[in-house]
Nanobody
Framework: QVQVVEAGGGLVQAGDSLRLSCTISGKTLYSMGWFRQAPGKEREFVGAINWSGDSTIYRDSVKGRFSISRDNDKNTVDLQMNSLKSEDTAVYYC?????????????????WGQGTQVTVSS
């Protein structure tokens, strides 16, 4: 059984930084992704990292501001968010994919965390 738990959300001001952490129990040889969902909107891809941690992909609006890293010894995946904007406000979800390569496809993610709220005030 794989469990995914996020932590690190909160209320920050525009321009601030925030780091989200995701801990995975069980099998860890998965690619991992971060998604977010704002009120009234569909869940959207934020970024992903492959199983070995040497390949990442991001949605265009966060490129250069967000970065994903993982530590397979600690079973953690982090999302570092810099230069936050009000439009980054959402519930952020960590998820484990059924594939080894990083993917933007929400349907490839099998195990999901409960989400953590990130609110950016302008």
């Amino acid at each position: 059984q794989v469990q995914v738990v996020e932590a690190g959300g909160g209320l920050v001001q525009a321009g601030d930084s925030l780091r989200l952490s995701c801990t995975i129990s069980g099998k860890t040889l998965y690619s991992m992704g971060w998604f977010r969902q704002a009120p009234g909107k569909e869940r959207e891809f934020v970024g992903a990292i492959n199983w070995s941690g040497d390949s990442t992909i991001y949605r265009d609006s966060v490129k250069g501001r967000f970065s994903i890293s993982r530590d397979n010894d600690k079973n953690t995946v982090d999302l570092q968010m810099n230069s936050l904007k009000s439009e980054d406000t959402a519930v952020y979800y960590c998820a484990a994919s059924s594939t080894l390569g990083a993917s933007r496809n929400l349907n490839e993610y099998v195990y999901w965390g409960q989400g953590t709220q990130v609110t950016v005030s302008s």
